[in-house]
């Protein structure tokens, strides 16, 4: 499976941002599609999934009550939306792909759960 990001980009504080992760797959269902975000000098950070066969999601404490996961599955995209953004929000952004495992899919925080990832995607908050 491929993925690629859209939509990211230079926001002001306090502003909002949708991006987007489209997957080359024929069966969308089997995966679970992870968001995570890396900042110069850190480490990668999980901070959203998104089960695609029944919508089960999970958001990271550090961000949560400001994103959102949401799926258009006839399109095989996920989007995550984050809102009053922070200048401390500002990294590459890379959505990740989990497959169905032993008849199972769930979501992780954890990079190495995923096996596929896009390119990454920049989004800068600041004025």
């Known amino acids: 499976v491929q993925l690629v990001e859209s939509g990211g980009g230079l926001v002001q504080p306090g502003g909002s941002l949708r991006l987007s992760c489209t997957a080359s797959?024929?069966?969308?269902?089997?995966?679970?599609i992870g968001w995570f975000r890396q900042a110069p000098g850190k480490e990668r950070e999980g901070i959203s999934c998104?089960?695609?066969?029944?919508?089960?999601?999970y958001i990271a404490d550090s961000v949560k009550g400001r994103l959102t996961t949401s799926s258009d599955n006839a399109k095989n995209t996920v989007f995550l939306e984050m809102t009053s953004l922070r200048p401390e929000d500002t990294a590459t952004y890379y959505c990740?792909?989990?497959?169905?495992?032993?008849?199972?899919?769930?979501?992780?925080?954890?990079?190495?759960?995923?096996?596929?990832w896009g390119q990454g995607i920049q989004v800068t908050v600041s004025p």
């Open positions: 990740a792909a989990a497959p169905r495992l032993d008849g199972h899919v769930s979501c992780s925080a954890w990079d190495y759960d995923y096996f596929a």
């Open positions: 797959a024929s069966h969308f269902e089997d995966y679970a």
């Open positions: 998104l089960r695609i066969e029944d919508g089960d999601t």
